[in-house]
């Protein structure tokens, strides 16, 4: 990936050397975009020595390939670590002053700030504003750490560790549809489509991620979702102006965190009762709800409470199992909004008895959502991989849309049926 570090001026500074030699020993290729400041606490020797690429914080220099704009079209991901208190005040407002800043206006990929202050300045109204002007427009803002600060001080305020700000960031590329985590450089960046904002004023709940049903303490009944489709929906709708509540079963630490600094609302679950409770109270408001998680259809009838142990020569015990409750069917029977739109999503593979599609089609029909959404699942599709292909059909089974590419061009394109659908506000 092409990756633009941006470094702003506080003692922290010294922790971007350590960011930049994990990327590129990572494969990515990094420039850094320092501030006038930052170079107070770091000279660019240093940062061009590690990265290969010259560094300044000047945008009139190299003014023939207008840097200004070239580095922030060109990105796949571009991450500010440490983000002082006045850089984040900088981006909020829109200002433009040096190339760090006119790169963030310019950026069309994920963009995540990593701040580091003293707990006072984290902590004033006025950066707290910031903060959230910033993660409404998309951007991810990982909260920082507490602990040992300037001086004698301790507190919130410590720019998290190089590992966690590199998997917050890499995270936030795979939700957006991004290049892979470990791609080398030269991806394409991620353009948000030209239907951005086509969600403005809407709620959304989005639910993602595997559902699991413990059997004892340490095992458990699951299944293979990573849950990377759903978040790229919650993501979608979040750049296209909603408000959004990702209900998450069971979904990796980085993916939840880069979501909730994109702005979305999250609640972690793990089984399926307690995704059905979750979503059901989050659609009271919602003018969609989108089913994308993998529900277990069935859980064990009872729980024990000590690991199971093998009994040699006895064999293993059967195992009862109860239905669970099809939830899907549930928001479409109950509609818990006037004229909420319920979109579902059907992982199949063919068998003897009809092709994936042919099966996506009766499950459209018995469920009666207003669309779903049908892929094929195993073999290294579907669940856990980068990419995603799906064919999107109404309650009457009919083909309305078909999407094929990274997890967010299938999101995008998903909604781009979606708000068809919607009534005007």
């Not at 040096?98 to 300045?121: F, I, K, N, Y």
């Amino acid at each position: 990936m092409r990756i633009l570090l941006g470094v702003s001026g506080g003692i922290a500074a010294y922790k971007a050397i350590l960011l930049l030699r994990l990327l590129r020993e990572q494969g990515h290729a990094v420039r850094v975009l320092p501030t006038a400041s930052a170079l107070r606490f770091v000279g660019a020797p240093t940062f061009e020595a590690l990265s290969g690429e010259p560094v300044t914080p000047e945008v009139f220099e190299d003014v023939a390939h207008v840097p200004h704009v070239a580095l922030g079209q060109g990105a796949d991901l571009v991450v500010v670590a440490p983000a002082t208190a006045d850089l984040l005040a900088r981006a909020a407002t829109g200002r433009a002053d040096d190339l760090l800043t006119s790169t963030l206006l310019t950026a069309r990929c994920p963009v995540v700030m990593a701040p580091a202050m003293h707990t006072e300045m984290w902590e004033h109204p006025a950066t707290r504003a910031n903060v959230a002007t910033l993660r409404e427009r998309g951007v991810v803002v990982i909260d920082p750490a507490s602990g040992r600060l300037t001086g004698v001080d301790t507190g919130p305020g410590r720019l998290p560790e190089p590992e966690e700000i590199a998997r917050v960031a890499l995270a936030a590329v795979t939700a957006a549809g991004g290049p892979a985590a470990g791609a080398a450089a030269g991806g394409a960046p991620a353009v948000a489509g030209e239907e951005a904002g086509d969600l403005a004023g809407r709620t959304v709940v989005v639910s993602a991620g595997g559902t699991r049903e413990p059997l004892d303490p340490v095992r458990f009944i699951g299944n293979r979702s990573s849950g990377r489709q759903g978040v790229a929906l919650a993501h979608a709708a979040r750049a296209r102006g909603a408000r959004v509540t990702l209900v998450a079963a069971n979904l990796d630490e980085t993916l939840v965190a880069a979501a909730r600094g994109a702005g979305v609302e999250v609640e972690p679950v793990e089984t399926t009762m307690q995704l059905r409770d979750a979503v059901r109270r989050a659609a009271g408001g919602a003018d969609v709800v989108v089913m994308a998680a993998a529900v277990a259809d069935f859980r064990p009838a009872s729980v024990v409470d000590a690991k199971i142990k093998k009994v040699p020569g006895s064999g293993p015990a059967p195992i009862a199992l109860v239905e669970n409750p099809d939830v899907l069917a549930e928001l479409v029977r109950d509609r818990l909004r006037p004229g909420q739109l319920v979109v579902g999503f059907g992982a199949e593979t063919g068998d003897a008895h009809g092709s994936v599609l042919e099966h996506g089609k009766a499950k459209a029909r018995r469920k009666g959502a207003d669309l779903l959404a049908v892929n094929a699942v195993g073999g290294g599709r579907g669940f856990g991989a980068e990419t995603n292909d799906v064919t999107v059909l109404d309650a009457q089974g009919d083909v309305v849309a078909e999407a094929a590419g990274t997890k967010r061009e299938v999101a995008d394109a998903i909604w781009g049926v979606v708000t068809k659908l919607l009534p005007s506000m």
